[in-house]
């Protein structure tokens, strides 16, 4: 199989929601209800974009000591606070940064949990090259990488299905657009547990300027090729 692209739903459409800024929790919670209905056959597989208020989520790796602010920094800073099921270690998602969670069945021969994994960086690596920038993989880390600093996190869990066999995904990734995020959120913990790198933006790999929306929709395009979906259809509402 070619490691750049992971047919997961050839020839069948994705659910893209566009969200506004949405408390991580409600996110979080909305994601879990969808994935029990991709399971069940009353949704079809799915991609949420959105942004969230500044928030630090924990992953299944639990290392609290990478978290380096106090719980009362925390509070005077409007941060919050989850542990959550995905893998991986801490990471940051707040304002200008485009998040998008693909609630997706994988099943039989689309059951490869990491070229899933290597799809979501492809679609970003390629949304990269169409403005010059080489966005590239370091072998020990997942995400992707302009030179040594992340410019987008990826953190993943495969929900064992109950009514089929395979999984259905839930989280996804965390593209960096707007200029300074790095000086914002991420100066409070060590991002992934990685302490000999930074983190980069879209707008400082530019010198351009962008909203998250006008992101969104311009990489939907390589995450649906690469996945393999022949039409996105744009929802409006979360029901």
């Not at 659910?15 to 949704?43: C, P």
């Not at 010059?132 to 302009?146: A, L, Q």
Request: net charge negative; charged share 20%; glycine share 12%.
């Amino acid at each position: 199989m070619n490691p750049n692209k992971v047919m997961i739903s050839s020839g069948k459409a994705i659910n893209v929601h566009y969200l506004d800024r949405i408390d991580y929790g409600a996110a979080w919670d909305k994601q879990k209800e969808m994935v029990h209905a991709i399971d069940d056959g009353t949704e079809q597989d799915s991609l949420l974009l959105l942004e969230h208020p500044p928030t630090y989520t924990i992953g299944s790796q639990r290392h609290p000591e990478h978290l380096l602010l106090s719980p009362e920094q925390l509070q005077q800073q409007g941060i919050a606070v989850y542990e959550i099921d995905r893998g991986g270690d801490i990471t940051y998602h707040g304002p200008g940064q485009l998040v998008g969670y693909p609630l997706l069945l994988l099943e039989g021969p689309q059951l490869d949990l990491h070229g899933y994994l290597r799809s979501l960086e492809e679609a970003i690596i390629q949304f990269l090259g169409t403005f010059g920038i080489e966005g590239s993989r370091k072998p020990e880390y997942t995400g992707v990488w302009v030179g040594n600093l992340k410019i987008a996190a990826i953190g993943v869990k495969f929900n064992r299905c109950r009514h089929r066999r395979g999984f259905v995904t839930s989280h996804g990734f965390a593209l960096n657009v707007k200029s300074g995020i790095q000086h914002e959120g991420f100066s409070g913990i060590i991002p992934c547990g990685i302490s000999e790198y930074g983190v980069t933006s879209l707008e400082d790999c530019t010198g351009q300027t962008f909203s998250v929306n006008q992101v969104g929709q311009m990489l939907l395009p390589h995450v649906t090729q690469v996945l393999g979906f022949e039409r996105a259809l744009i929802r409006t509402q979360l029901q």
